[in-house]
Each structure stands twice: as C-alpha cells, then as structure tokens.
C-alpha cells in the first residue's frame, strides 16, 4: 500500500473536459480522485452530487474519494455509494452520531471518513477515530478551491496524529485547502498521509500532469 496519497480535487477542473482532465490526473500518478459534494446550506457553493461520481466512475479506475460538504449527509450516502463513491467522508458538525454514521457508510460497502472544520476543536473527532478509516482536516473554510492556507491548521494534524498512533490507528490522514508545494511538506511534517489539491494541480501553469508531478516530487 502507498505510504502518501495525492487525491486530487476534480473542483477545480475543466467540466467541458472532465474526462481527459481525469484521465490526465491519473496518467500522472494521482492516487485518488476528491470529489467536493456541496449542498448550498451547509457550505455557501453547490457543486456536484450522485450523477457526477457515476460519471467519475465511469472514467476511472482510481478510488473515488468524496468529501460531503452536506446538511443531513444520511440521505445522500446511499446513493452516492450506488454510484460508485470509495471512500465518504462527512463533517462531525453534520452528524449527531458520527460513530453510527461512520458504521453506516461502512455497512454500505465504502470506507469511512469523518472531517472538521478549521474553527471545530479536535475533541469533537475524537469519538469518531476508533472507528474511521481516514480523518480529513480542512485547512480552509468549506466551499471554494483557490483560497489561502490557514497555517493553524498544522497543529491540529499534529494533535491529530499523537492520537491515531496512540490508537494504532492506520486510518488516513488527510488534508484539504490550500495544499500546494510550500504547504504540502508542512503537512507532511506534522503528520498527514493524504493530500488533496485543486487548485496546485488543475491550475497549473504547466498543465495538471506537472502538477501532480510536482506534488509527489515531495512524498
Ligand atoms: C474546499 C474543498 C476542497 C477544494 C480544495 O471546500 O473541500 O477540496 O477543492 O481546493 P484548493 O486545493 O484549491 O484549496
Ligand atoms: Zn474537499
């Protein structure tokens, strides 16, 4: 199994071309392919939902990592797991009873993930880290690629990660917002084992293959 994981966040990429723009990512060396499912309640943007991650399904081979930025993520996991979903990963501040939604999306047949929010305290995951197989730290608020790194976050890896190696816990630890060639071995450092990028790999300015390069170059 990789030790690191780059996943990269399809947010930014071309929808006229979304295709060859996986099928690029891919070519390259991405590991995993993010997918931001955002509702206009819980996150200001709305973005993409089940018939986006089918389509996704259809064009690649790699996991289909799929992050729910959603009020009541219990109606939709469902079908986002008919739909091909790998991994779904929901916000603690969406789920009452995140240890039960976490069995849940397991019983369904995906892996579980559980995310907090830059102004949530790690307190609120802890429940949640016996029993998930990835925890995802927001680096940036929820809802838009291109925003700015919040160094903050680092710390909460850090604390993040004591706590999965005290637990023996071999879940991922993921980090989403802001990831780019300065943030990434920050990241690393601290603990992270999965990176998300958007922006660093579909804006590119040599094109999404040499963002991809670029960020493996630091695993
Ligand atoms: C933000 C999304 C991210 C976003 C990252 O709400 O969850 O996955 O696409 O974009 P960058 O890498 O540009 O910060
Ligand atoms: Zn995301």
């Not at 995993?32 to 991650?53: A, C, E, K, L, Q």
């Not at 091909?84 to 995140?98: F, K, M, Q, R, Y």
């Amino acid at each position: 199994m990789n030790k690191y994981i780059l996943s990269p966040s399809i947010l930014s990429a071309d929808f006229a071309r979304l295709g060859e723009e996986i099928a690029t990512v891919e070519a390259a060396g991405a590991d995993w392919i993010h997918v931001d499912v955002m509702d206009g309640h819980f996150v200001p943007n709305i973005t993409m939902g089940p018939f986006i991650v089918a389509t996704c399904r259809r064009i690649t081979k790699l996991p289909l990592d799929v992050h729910l930025m959603i009020d009541e993520p219990e109606r939709y996991i469902e079908a986002l797991a008919k739909a091909g979903a790998s991994n779904l990963t929901v916000h603690v501040e969406t789920c009452p009873d995140i240890v039960g939604m976490l069995k849940q999306i397991k019983s369904l047949g995906c892996t579980a993930g559980a995310v907090l929010n830059p102004e949530t305290s790690v307190g609120a995951i802890q429940p949640a880290l016996p029993e998930a197989d990835l925890i995802l730290v927001m680096s940036v608020h929820p809802g838009y690629s291109g925003q700015s790194f919040m160094p903050e976050s680092i710390a909460k890896v850090s604390e993040i990660r004591k706590k999965l190696n005290a637990l023996r816990s071999s879940a991922w630890l993921e980090v989403d917002g802001g990831i780019d060639t300065g943030t990434l071995p920050q990241m690393k450092e601290a603990g992270a084992t999965a990176f998300v990028a958007a922006t660093a790999i579909f804006k590119d300015s040599d094109g999404p293959a040499a963002g991809v390069r670029s960020l493996r170059a630091l695993f």
